[in-house]
Nanobody, 124 residues
Framework: QVQLVESGGGLVQAGDSLTLSCAAS????????LGWFRQAPGKEREFVAA????????SSADSVKGRFTISRDNAKNTVYLQMNTLKPEDTAVYYC?????????????????WGQGTQVTVSS
């Protein structure tokens, strides 16, 4: 079992930056692919960014390309989402997810373990 806990969310203004963290316990993350997803009010959960388990290959949604960066620190068992130039449309609950051997998976079904989410609100 892997337990994931997100942190770092909050209320920011458009154009600001924010870094989300997701700390894992129960297993070392070195063999886990990791992803970030988000769900805005009234919308389905959508893919944001992912990083492979083995070679740090990353993928990201078109809506965040060039603004958001996913990274991992296996020594700290933590995955990060650096978010720059935030927009009001980035407002959502952000979830991290994990699964063994996944290579930058972009689908919810690629992941077995999920955190509870952290709220990010961007005001205009």
């Amino acid at each position: 079992q892997v337990q994931l806990v997100e942190s770092g969310g909050g209320l920011v203004q458009a154009g600001d930056s924010l870094t989300l963290s997701c700390a894992a316990s129960g297993r070392t993350l070195s063999t886990y692919g990791l992803g970030w997803f988000r769900q805005a009010p009234g919308k389905e959960r959508e893919f944001v960014a992912a990083i492979s388990w083995n070679d740090d290959r990353t993928s990201s949604a078109d809506s965040v390309k060039g603004r958001f960066t996913i990274s991992r620190d296996n020594a700290k068992n933590t995955v990060y989402l650096q978010m720059n130039t935030l927009k009001p449309e980035d407002t959502a609950v952000y979830y991290c997810a994990a699964a063994r051997w996944v290579v930058a998976g972009t689908r919810e079904g690629d992941y077995r373990y999920w955190g509870q989410g952290t709220q990010v609100t961007v005001s205009s």
